[in-house]
């Protein structure tokens, strides 16, 4: 968590203190796809500094949100994933971002950036099962 409080006897004040700070719902929204090494986070958001990145890390791996882990060998990688805590989180980025689509410029220009996070979590937010009863993937 953040040195900065909101220091309010309320759920939000408090999810906010967790993950209101910049970047932050960003990190989780690339680590819903999976266990990501710091480098692919790097890579997935772009503007972001890697001092910035190990702070958000290490606060969210404080906060349980997320653990940090070493992969066996051969890999031997370091990745970040999400605890059930984090996970936990998913119908709300969902649903934030089905509401931030509202503000989203019809066209690309200003090299505006859609990675694979951001444009898994679109598809998932849209997505309508309902809708795709008796479709083949074909």
């Given at each position: 968590m ?6 309010q006897?309320?759920?939000?004040a ?6 209101g700070?910049r970047?932050?719902?960003?990190i ?9 090494r710091?480098t692919?986070l ?6 972001i500094?890697?001092n910035?990145?190990?702070?958000r890390?290490?606060?969210?791996e404080q906060?349980d ?11 031997g990688?370091?990745?970040y994933?999400l605890?059930?805590v ?5 119908k ?15 066209s690309?220009?200003?090299?505006l ?9 679109t598809?998932k937010?849209?997505?309508r099962?309902?809708?795709?009863q ?5």
């Amino acid at each position: 968590m953040s040195n900065r409080s909101y220091n309010q006897y309320c759920g939000l004040a408090y999810a906010l203190d967790i993950v209101g700070e910049r970047w932050t719902l960003l990190i989780i929204r690339e680590l819903m796809a999976g266990p990501r090494r710091f480098t692919d986070l790097m890579s997935g958001l772009p503007g972001i500094s890697t001092n910035l990145l190990t702070e958000r890390l290490k606060s969210l791996e404080q906060q349980d949100i997320l653990i940090r882990r070493t992969l066996p060998p051969p890999a031997g990688s370091i990745v970040y994933e999400l605890t059930p805590v984090g996970l936990a989180l998913e119908k709300t980025l969902l649903e934030f971002g089905k509401w931030g689509s509202q503000f989203v410029p019809p066209s690309m220009d200003d090299a505006l950036l859609l990675n694979v996070g951001s444009y898994a979590l679109t598809l998932k937010t849209f997505f309508r099962s309902e809708q795709a009863q008796g479709l083949d993937e074909t």
